[in-house]
């Protein structure tokens, strides 16, 4: 079997940055697509906050504009999900569902998937109709609306003030009659003017015509239903990253984020980058420069495997 110089695993932002940087080093990169080619960012119509587009772009357009930046300096796509690894210092094995292959270095950058309710319109208004599970990225465009945040824990709490910088109303819906943020989150939250706390309720249809209107809900106590007028939705009921590939292989923390020392991990020849190991920003330019980092240190770690020092 021949042994590949780099293997990049994910071709969301991280993964294409990490190619970039790869084929320019003339590595000659293998990029893995996985289930979703381009990532998180093809789900979404508008990127706002991705420097270097001061009328916005389309995430669809701008990791497909990533991907041909990778490909014109070389770097090589598969359309493949990885299924299963083993990775030691010596050898790094990669079997996918039609193909087995080997590498010298290997940049993990298989991302992220937020948490959802899986209840009726959640689907058909995400991304760009009403639902969106990043109030950093989708916060602005919610500017004077009324707008739902969905979960009771700390990012919850820092979404919903977050979003009182632009919505006339936050309602910060959870099924419990008490949240579990920290006291100092919480106490932000409950004293906001803005923020209107909506306990013990269960959210169980959205409803609107082409975008949200409304979200129904459940009163835990009593069943009853009601309607909430609002025009977003925004789902902080956590994120998984994809990682259950490692488990076992490399240390993750205990909500399973790679963990790793930058973009180093304890294999000498595995680097992280993107979502994947970052529970704390999420954003396409912290996964890009991540990728950037990996590419750069699995170049220097290439180099030395060649000269020896
Ligand atoms: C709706 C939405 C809107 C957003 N808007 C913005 C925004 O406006 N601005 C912003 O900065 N950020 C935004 N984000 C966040 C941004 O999309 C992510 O931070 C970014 O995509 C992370 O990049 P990534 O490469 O780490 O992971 P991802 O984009 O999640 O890509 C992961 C890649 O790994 C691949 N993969 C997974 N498992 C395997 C496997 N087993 N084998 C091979 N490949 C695998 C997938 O196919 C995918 O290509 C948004 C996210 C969402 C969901």
């Not at 940087?21 to 998180?40: C, D, F, H, K, S």
């Amino acid at each position: 079997m021949p042994e590949e110089k780099i293997v990049v695993i994910g071709s969301g932002c991280a993964g294409l940055t990490a190619a970039i940087y790869a084929a320019r080093a003339g590595l000659n990169p293998l990029v893995i697509e996985g289930p979703q080619p381009g990532g998180q960012l093809t789900t979404t119509s508008h990127v706002e906050n991705f420097p270097g587009f001061p009328e916005n772009i389309s995430g669809y357009e701008l990791v497909m504009n990533m991907r041909q930046q990778a490909e014109r300096f070389g770097a090589r796509f598969l359309s493949e999900v990885v299924r299963k690894v083993a990775f030691t210092a010596q050898k790094k094995q990669m079997t996918c569902d039609g193909t087995t292959l080997l590498a010298k270095a290997v940049i993990i950058a298989t991302g992220a998937s937020a948490r959802t309710l899986g209840i009726p319109g959640e689907k058909e208004f995400y991304g760009g109709k009403g639902v969106s599970t990043c109030a950093t990225c989708d916060g602005v465009f919610y500017r004077h609306h009324e707008v739902i945040v969905i979960g009771g824990g700390d990012t919850a709490c820092e979404d919903a003030l977050f979003l009182t910088r632009f919505c006339s109303c936050v309602y910060l819906l959870h099924r419990r009659n008490q949240l579990r943020a920290s006291k100092i989150m919480a106490e932000r939250v409950t004293h906001h003017e803005k923020i209107r706390c909506l306990w013990s309720r269960i959210p169980l249809n959205i409803l609107g015509k082409d975008h949200v209107e409304s979200l129904q809900v459940q009163r835990v106590e009593t069943q009853e239903t009601e309607l909430i007028p609002c025009r977003g939705i925004f789902l902080a009921i956590g994120h998984v990253p994809n990682t259950s590939l490692f488990q076992k292989i490399l240390p993750l923390n205990d909500q399973g984020y790679l963990l790793g020392k930058g973009v180093e991990t304890e294999i000498p020849g595995i680097f992280i980058a993107g979502d994947c190991a970052d529970p704390h920003y999420r954003q396409a330019v912290t996964a890009a420069g991540m990728g950037c980092s990996a590419a750069i240190m699995a170049e220097r770690y290439l180099s030395k495997l060649d000269y020896g020092n």
